[in-house]
């Protein structure tokens, strides 16, 4: 690092601009309208340089902050950008993950001068599409909602009505959508003048610097997080258990290679894409990638553009993990990127099994509910997904219904359910004893009930009911997780773990999310 650098600077810029980030996400929460912003906190927040390169994020989501810095960069190729523009965008075939997932980004200008950009992406409820949700079973990624390529929103501060009214008026909730879209403007806001006034105190050029620097010095953790790995060739393979059209395996295979303070990870041996909405864009890998070796630092260092430099990730065109358009994408985003996770840390425990955990639920349980709400007479849509087990590791037992890896929402209160939506939560519980045995016990999924008090079309999108997740060290694998549809007459039927079904009121879902895997022989 220069000597320029002074390190208790260094420090104050870290937190300067990842403070700016988490601003941002605040602003988002709490002037938002959807349950799935306001409560489940589904979104994310960063800031990045004129060029799209990240400088800092907010804890926010994995998925989403590993593969935003695409979508600015495929928005600066598109766009000639002015003050007071916003960029609307959701393609996951330019740098999007699927499409509820809608991305605005801002640019900063400095006296004339455009010098950064802040962004930030929400998962939005319904963004049109074959089915309510938009997380379809579906075969293509044009039955999954409206694409939106890069365009701009807002030009020089006016609101380009049409743009917005071509949305709003191909999704089923568009008052959501308006009052989602109009707080994720006002977060760009204020990080536009958060970062102003940074500028203001410091001055652009030692601003500049200080962001250089902290790209450098996350370089460097990366690298010595790498160089602490023995040197080698690890490969592991895990499966998803079926696309919602063929009840067949897919595999996702990973060589990683070690050469000093850089890894290599070439999936190039996994599956083809599929016919179903599990592919992934190459987005995604690379997410679930950095992810990975981001969570293995035990230290809090910056979540920057340096944490890529080390890391080379090598896919096969047309695979499940860089699916070709217009491949399905919906789930690729939510389940494969969870099985990727799967995939990493199992090779690298092989190598550092001190340092990973077993295998966590592995799914993040997609469920989608859809129809009209019988005291607003007005359609209704409603996206969540339900924590379950986390793995076990040699730091001790995995944490019990929770969310884990690539999703880091939030719980949703049954209070904000019942009130904003036609629907009794009969249960809401801890599945005792879903976790795998061994010296460390896996975490244990979760039970969830829901009676509908309308008729309602649903959608799941899930893992782990075949394929259990696995214990590491003699530690045993956490158990699968269930489906059912309970009729009113009491019937009780099992459902895969994808499917849409119609049900009638008084009918109810049942769902029981997997466990995580143990650590270790018990004694």
Same mark, same amino acid.
């Given at each position: 690092?220069?000597?320029?650098?002074?390190?208790?600077?260094?420090?104050?810029?870290?937190?300067?601009?990842?403070?700016?980030?988490?601003?941002?996400?605040?602003?988002?929460?709490?002037?938002?309208?959807?349950?799935?912003?306001?409560?489940?906190?589904?979104?994310?927040?960063?800031?990045?340089?004129?060029?799209?390169?990240?400088?800092?994020?907010?804890?926010?989501?994995?998925?989403?902050?590993?593969?935003?810095?695409?979508?600015?960069?495929?928005?600066?190729?598109?766009?000639?950008?002015?003050?007071?523009?916003?960029?609307?965008?959701?393609?996951?075939?330019?740098?999007?993950?699927?499409?509820?997932?809608?991305?605005?980004?801002?640019?900063?200008?400095?006296?004339?001068?455009?010098?950064?950009?802040?962004?930030?992406?929400?998962?939005?409820?319904?963004?049109?599409?074959?089915?309510?949700?938009?997380?379809?079973?579906?075969?293509?990624?044009?039955?999954?909602?409206?694409?939106?390529?890069?365009?701009?929103?807002?030009?020089?501060?006016?609101?380009?009505?049409?743009?917005?009214?071509?949305?709003?008026?191909?999704?089923?909730?568009?008052?959501?959508? +308006?009052?989602?879209?109009?707080?994720?403007?006002?977060?760009?806001?204020?990080?536009?003048?958060?970062?102003?006034?940074?500028?203001?105190?410091?001055?652009?050029?030692?601003?500049?610097?200080?962001?250089?620097?902290?790209?450098?010095?996350?370089?460097?953790?990366?690298?010595?997080?790498?160089?602490?790995?023995?040197?080698?060739?690890?490969?592991?393979?895990?499966?998803?258990?079926?696309?919602?059209?063929?009840?067949? +395996?897919?595999?996702?295979?990973?060589?990683?290679?070690?050469?000093?303070?850089?890894?290599?990870?070439?999936?190039?041996?996994? +599956?083809?894409?599929?016919?179903?909405?599990?592919?992934?864009?190459?987005?995604?890998?690379?997410?679930?990638?950095?992810?990975?070796?981001?969570?293995?630092?035990?230290?809090?260092?910056?979540?920057?553009?340096?944490?890529?430099?080390?890391?080379?990730?090598?896919?096969?065109?047309?695979?499940?993990?860089?699916?070709?358009?217009?491949?399905?994408?919906?789930?690729?985003?939510?389940?494969?990127?969870?099985?990727?996770?799967?995939?990493?840390?199992?090779?690298?425990?092989?190598?550092?099994?001190?340092?990973?955990?077993?295998?966590?639920?592995?799914?993040?349980?997609?469920?989608?509910?859809?129809?009209?709400?019988?005291?607003?007479?007005?359609?209704?849509?409603?996206?969540?997904?339900?924590?379950?087990?986390?793995?076990?590791?040699?730091?001790?037992?995995?944490?019990?219904?929770?969310?884990?890896?690539?999703?880091?929402?939030?719980?949703?209160?049954?209070?904000?359910?019942?009130?904003?939506?036609?629907?009794?939560?009969?249960?809401?519980?801890?599945?005792?004893?879903?976790?795998?045995?061994?010296?460390?016990?896996?975490? +244990?999924?979760?039970?969830?009930?829901?009676?509908?008090?309308?008729?309602?079309?649903?959608?799941?999108?899930?893992?782990?009911?075949?394929?259990?997740?696995?214990?590491?060290?003699?530690?045993?694998?956490?158990?699968?997780?269930?489906?059912?549809?309970?009729?009113?007459?009491?019937?009780?039927?099992?459902?895969?773990?994808?499917?849409?079904?119609?049900?009638?009121?008084?009918?109810?879902?049942?769902?029981?999310?997997?466990?995580?895997?143990?650590?270790?022989?018990?004694?």
């Amino acid at each position: 690092m220069s000597k320029k650098i002074n390190p208790i600077l260094l420090e104050v810029f870290k937190n300067r601009f990842s403070s700016i980030a988490e601003e941002m996400g605040i602003v988002l929460q709490r002037s938002s309208y959807s349950v799935n912003i306001k409560e489940r906190k589904d979104f994310s927040c960063g800031i990045f340089d004129k060029e799209g390169r990240l400088i800092a994020q907010a804890e926010h989501i994995p998925v989403h902050l590993g593969s935003m810095p695409m979508s600015v960069k495929e928005a600066i190729k598109k766009i000639e950008f002015k003050e007071g523009d916003v960029v609307i965008l959701n393609d996951p075939y330019k740098g999007g993950t699927h499409l509820p997932d809608i991305t605005l980004i801002s640019p900063v200008f400095i006296e004339g001068s455009l010098e950064f950009f802040v962004a930030n992406r929400a998962h939005h409820s319904d963004i049109g599409g074959i089915s309510a949700g938009s997380m379809p079973i579906s075969d293509s990624i044009f039955q999954e909602g409206l694409i939106i390529p890069p365009i701009k929103l807002i030009e020089e501060g006016k609101i380009n009505d049409a743009v917005l009214d071509l949305i709003l008026n191909n999704v089923r909730t568009p008052y959501e959508r +308006d009052g989602d879209f109009k707080a994720q403007i006002s977060a760009n806001n204020v990080g536009i003048n958060r970062l102003k006034e940074i500028v203001k105190e410091y001055g652009i050029e030692k601003v500049k610097i200080y962001q250089k620097a902290l790209l450098d010095y996350s370089e460097k953790m990366i690298r010595n997080l790498i160089k602490s790995i023995p040197d080698g060739t690890y490969q592991f393979e895990d499966f998803m258990e079926d696309d919602g059209f063929d009840n067949k +395996d897919i595999k996702i295979h990973l060589k990683l290679k070690i050469e000093d303070t850089n890894a290599i990870l070439d999936f190039s041996k996994s +599956d083809k894409q599929v016919r179903g909405s599990i592919n992934a864009v190459y987005a995604i890998t690379l997410s679930a990638v950095l992810y990975v070796f981001r969570a293995l630092i035990n230290k809090d260092i910056p979540t920057n553009d340096g944490c890529f430099r080390p890391i080379t990730v090598i896919t096969h065109k047309g695979s499940i993990l860089d699916a070709d358009f217009p491949s399905a994408v919906a789930g690729g985003n939510v389940e494969t990127s969870q099985r990727i996770v799967d995939v990493v840390l199992g090779a690298l425990s092989k190598a550092v099994p001190e340092l990973t955990p077993s295998a966590s639920q592995g799914t993040m349980n997609n469920l989608a509910v859809g129809g009209i709400n019988p005291e607003t007479e007005k359609p209704f849509s409603y996206y969540e997904t339900i924590g379950g087990g986390m793995g076990a590791s040699l730091k001790g037992d995995g944490e019990s219904a929770i969310q884990s890896h690539m999703t880091n929402t939030m719980n949703t209160p049954i209070e904000a359910v019942e009130y904003e939506y036609p629907f009794l939560i009969k249960e809401y519980s801890i599945r005792k004893n879903s976790g795998g045995n061994g010296l460390y016990k896996g975490g +244990d999924g979760i039970v969830k009930d829901i009676q509908f008090l309308t008729d309602v079309e649903i959608t799941m999108i899930s893992e782990r009911r075949r394929l259990a997740p696995y214990g590491l060290l003699g530690g045993e694998s956490g158990k699968v997780g269930k489906n059912y549809i309970i009729f009113k007459n009491g019937r009780k039927k099992t459902l895969p773990s994808k499917f849409h079904i119609r049900l009638k009121k008084g009918d109810r879902i049942r769902i029981e999310t997997p466990g995580g895997g143990g650590y270790g022989k018990s004694s």
